[in-house]
């Protein structure tokens, strides 16, 4: 896990900005944060399409007739990252955005949150998504993006069915991590949580403390059903 404490590592990473290696790099470099500092200017070049590292597979072409690499996504949010400046981030968003959302766009508009409003129009759809892991990661940018709970918690409710049978797939997984974030709104979800942590039949390890987060978090909201069934 790359973080601050890496900083050390920055030159090598920055030098593998110019390999095959460059989208992986650029992930590191973001996690490392402001200490990563000498590789913005790259990172920016990178999403502006002005250059691009060795690339394996294809790149997009820009209405200018520039080609952008295809890792310009993970530059421009490593560029955020170690800058504190979201403006290069959000103007690829935003762009991403009048394409059409991908899953993995939309977990980086979940980290924006409140920052990213101006693409909360082409996440609401994604609610209703075909795929259970666009659903939740929709679900969950729409939240952060704008607070709303009323069609979040619906989508991420019904990501957890899987538990009754026994399962938990990452769509699953996911929902119950972000419902422990999103507490007392989502305590609905109590009773099957309750059920889960209480199960004989044996859920993927992270499930067990996602779901003690998420009972911990429902707080007063359980409370409140408790009074009420007294």
């Known amino acids: 896990m790359w973080g601050p404490a890496a900083g050390e590592a920055v030159p090598e990473l920055v030098s593998a900005l110019a390999t095959r290696n460059a989208r992986w790099a650029c992930d590191a470099l973001g996690g490392i944060g402001p200490a990563a500092a000498p590789a913005a200017n790259i990172l920016d070049s990178f999403v502006r399409g002005v250059a691009q590292p060795p690339r394996h597979d294809s790149s997009a072409l820009l209405p200018n007739g520039v080609r952008r690499w295809h890792g310009s996504q993970n530059a421009a949010w490593a560029h955020w990252r170690i800058t504190g400046d979201s403006k ?3 103007a690829f968003l935003e762009d991403a955005a009048s394409r059409g959302l ?3 766009s939309l977990g980086r508009l979940a980290e924006l949150g409140p920052q990213a409003t101006r693409c909360a129009t082409a996440v609401r759809p994604l609610l209703e998504s075909p795929g259970p892991w666009t659903r939740v990661q929709a ?3 729409w939240w952060r993006i704008t607070g709303d709970t009323d069609a979040a918690v619906p989508v991420l409710l ?3 069915e899987p538990l009754r049978s026994g399962v938990a797939d990452e769509p699953c997984r996911a929902a119950i991590r972000y ?3 999103i507490g007392a709104p989502a305590f609905a979800a109590a009773p099957l949580l309750e059920a889960t942590l209480s199960s004989e039949r044996r859920f993927p390890a992270d499930v067990y403390p996602a779901a003690r ?3 911990a978090a429902f707080g007063d909201g359980l409370r409140l059903r408790e ?4």
């Open 139 to 141: 679900a969950y940018a």
């Open 213 to 215: 987060a998420a009972m």
């Open 88 to 90: 290069v981030f959000l």
């Open 227 to 230: 009074s009420i069934v007294c």
């Open 158 to 160: 019904a990501a957890l």
């Open 179 to 181: 419902i422990a974030q």
């Open 102 to 104: 991908g899953y993995a």
